[in-house]
């Protein structure tokens, strides 16, 4: 029993890769630097730029489909703003799977017009010729991204990346792959949410079954996509499989006349929030031992004795940072599974890159990692004000460490043992963060846009037209969210209380340092998802297309 737990734990998405310690220098300088009011309003502003777009596009006036494509001009604005955006979020993509190419804000502005144009002419001619609206039009849309993305980014881009000898061709194929499976994800959410509409009430609960089995799949898939880019992981993920599956549980619940459905949807998502949470407080148990027992440390607890230090300011980072920084004073002398540098530059201060590249020079770190080499050197520049971070400098650590002969050999395994689970355990945090905020963003974010929509002219073109959204579904959605809400609370209660450490701060460090790849998705997956019941886009799961019939008689 003990060993198909640990194979089931071993495939989840928190068990796919762990920190950098460039990464963790980076959120150990952010926990020290930001304030908790800094925090909670970068967790509350996040989703609202895609969220107050999405509301945007709904106050542009719509008319009446049948009035033909010609009379519906504002919709074709509204549509080309909104494939602009989405391209755009798509094309901004490239920068992070190819870093060390040379791709600038024009050029992917470029890139994203030419896209757009293209996307724009082949639904006006299907509009002229088919009829309109055009069936399945944002289905189209992300067929003909998969075409138009790449054809525009070569033409931007040029011959050369793509020569064979070219170190940046297998990079921009793997954004290729990546966008392809998150357009497979988002265009595919309809027809999953009309599955479950077509069921008769009595099988709709067989939903919650297959939910996970698709969600599993769908992580998988964009972790494929994504393994080169392990720091980002998680937030490619959450963002991504997460999302669509918040929404489809949330939508079901505003729409579910059945109060035993709506509880077990409900209960069906905090049962998989608290199987993934005793999953992490599993692994975190591993590092409070591993933490406990180097307190305990013939070293350490000399050096406590000389020096009066206080063990409880002794929090998760400052100690393994203790170890990672001066490794070789516990008689490591490598560390061939922990990554030095991450995937990708982070903000540290100077002191900490003299740091990081001192521990490279040293080759303790000996890790290598495919996208390393394809990074120029320089762009380990981006770096932050030096301001010292003197409550845990790395000169304080080393205080806390003696010569290596007084360390014995399970002392130095002890201190491998809490570098490696402790650098898996902050990426397991940091997923598990990013998917209760998700699930309590998401329902909030369905909840106002609908309440909004619901007071504007374009409500006559989605299903039930005016009056449709009541009490009852604001209810429900909102006992869902409070009690995701409960669920990240808890969260950040228990790690705080084992580890002085808060999954806030990480949450808030995710949300702002990768900020662009952040609304990227959240302006794709929104704009995309929340408005494809529109009458204008075509969206007939019954295939009979009615009113193509009656303009074609």
């Not at 992490?280 to 027992?293: G, S, T």
């Not at 002392?411 to 598990?432: A, M, N, P, R, T």
Request: some cysteine.
């Amino acid at each position: 029993m003990l060993d198909l737990e640990e194979r089931w734990n071993r495939i989840q998405v928190g068990r796919q890769g762990s920190y950098s310690i460039e990464r963790v220098e980076s959120l150990h300088y952010y926990c020290k630097t930001t304030s908790r009011t800094r925090v909670i309003l970068i967790c509350i502003l996040t989703p609202l730029p895609a969220l107050c777009l999405a509301v945007l596009l709904e106050c542009i006036p719509l008319s009446s489909p049948s009035e033909g494509w010609q009379a519906n001009w504002l919709f074709w604005i509204r549509f080309n703003m909104m494939g602009l955006t989405i391209n755009f979020a798509a094309v901004a993509q490239l920068k992070l799977f190819v870093p060390s190419l040379a791709v600038t804000f024009k050029k992917v502005l470029i890139a994203s017009i030419g896209a757009s144009v293209a996307l724009m002419g082949i639904c006006v001619i299907l509009a002229s010729t088919i009829g309109f609206p055009v069936p399945f039009v944002v289905q189209i849309g992300g067929s003909s991204m998969s075409i138009f993305i790449p054809l525009v980014i070569r033409l931007v881009l040029g011959k050369e990346p793509y020569a064979n000898s070219s170190p940046h061709r297998p990079h921009i194929q793997r954004f290729y792959q990546f966008t392809m499976v998150y357009i497979m994800l988002v265009a595919g959410f309809p027809f999953y949410k009309v599955l479950y509409d077509q069921l008769p009430e009595k099988y709709q609960g067989c939903a919650i079954v297959i939910l996970p089995m698709w969600k599993f799949a769908a992580k998988h898939l964009i972790i494929r996509a994504s393994r080169e880019l392990e720091d980002f992981i998680p937030e490619t993920v959450a963002l991504s499989a997460d999302f669509v599956s918040s929404l489809f549980v949330t939508v079901c619940v505003s729409t579910s006349d059945s109060l035993y459905l709506t509880a077990a949807f409900i209960m069906a998502d905090l049962a998989q929030s608290m199987l993934e949470f005793r999953e992490v407080q599993a692994n975190a148990n591993v590092v409070v031992n591993l933490h406990q027992e180097r307190r305990q440390s013939r070293a350490y607890l000399k050096v406590k004795a000389e020096r009066s230090i206080n063990v409880q300011k002794d929090n998760l980072l400052t100690t393994m940072l203790a170890v990672t920084r001066n490794p070789s004073s516990f008689n490591i002398r490598s560390l061939s599974s922990t990554r030095l540098r991450a995937c990708l530059p982070h903000p540290i201060t100077q002191d900490q890159a003299n740091t990081l590249r001192d521990l490279e020079n040293s080759g303790v770190y000996t890790f290598n990692a495919p996208t390393r080499a394809t990074i120029v050197a320089n762009q380990h520049k981006i770096r932050v004000s030096s301001v010292a971070i003197a409550p845990e400098s790395s000169d304080t650590d080393s205080k806390l460490v003696t010569d290596s002969s007084e360390i014995n050999r399970e002392d130095v395994e002890k201190s491998k043992q809490l570098i490696v689970q402790g650098l898996q355990l902050l990426f397991h945090c940091e997923y598990l963060a990013l998917v209760e905020y998700v699930e309590c963003i998401v329902p909030l974010i369905y909840v106002i846009y609908k309440s909004v929509l619901e007071q504007l002219p374009n409500i006559d073109y989605f299903p039930g037209g005016a009056g449709n959204w009541g009490t009852q579904a604001i209810v429900n959605v909102l006992v869902s969210a409070i009690l995701e809400i409960g669920s990240l609370i808890l969260l950040n209660l228990v790690l705080q209380r084992k580890f002085s450490f808060s999954p806030m701060y990480q949450l808030a460090f995710v949300l702002e340092t990768q900020i662009i790849t952040v609304q990227a998705k959240l302006l794709l997956t929104i704009l995309a998802l929340l408005q494809y019941q529109l009458e204008h886009m075509g969206a007939d799961f019954t295939f009979r297309f009615q009113w193509l019939q009656d303009s074609h008689p």
